[in-house]
């Protein structure tokens, strides 16, 4: 009981950045490692469209094998979650990754993470995913599951779900090619095609 008692407390110890949970803080705080790169989490208005865009700046990003990224919220209720089968995913992370995710945070608030296994990661914001608010960062080499073309990673169960709706669209877009992301070390949301990110998802009609 005492080791588990100590590895829980090591879990969640707020001075850290643990390979599973990460760290998270306000821009107030003093992070506990300096990042090596930023990512901000936004929403903007579509023209014409009632649902707005909902993106990683950059959403593509290349990175050494221990750097850490800090995903910053320019906008509330978002979160930062690997395509882990430990998820019900199909599996979209190198072998080894654990299955890493943020809590949902708020505006102001940043989570930080370091990239320990190499491959390509795809990230999500599980609240806007099917909305295309979808990720990928290279970590060393574009290798792994994750550089397998949409619907082709590993499905280590039936009931295991690969990118869908607009989150396919934008994982499919040649400008996020792994080998892509890994040459030109950030591709910007920008650069992605408009039919990458169309919606693919209606609001309820009010009756």
Known sequence: MRQTQTSRTQQ????????????VGTRDD???????HTVSLEIRPRENAPIPAFYFEPA??????????RFNLATPHHNVNAYHPA???????????PPYSSPIL??????????????????????????????SVVV????????????EAPAPHEESRPPEFTAGLVLSDPA??????????????????PESKRPLLRPVEEG
């Open 12 to 23: 969640m110890d707020s001075d850290t950045v643990h390979p599973r949970f990460g760290y």
């Open 176 to 193: 996020l090619a792994p080998q892509t992301i890994a040459e030109q070390g950030s591709v910007s949301w920008s650069d992605l095609a």
């Open 87 to 97: 998820f019900g995913y199909t599996q979209r992370v190198p072998d080894g990754a």
């Open 140 to 151: 060393g080499s574009p290798t792994g599951p994750g550089a397998n073309p949409v619907g």
């Open 106 to 135: 708020g505006a102001g608030e940043y989570w930080l993470y370091t990239f320990e296994t190499e491959g390509v990661h795809n990230l999500m914001c599980a609240p806007h995913e099917l909305f295309g608010m979808v990720g």
């Open 30 to 36: 003093t992070p506990p490692v300096e990042p090596d």
């Open 60 to 69: 593509g990003l290349a990175v050494d094998v221990g750097d850490t990224v």
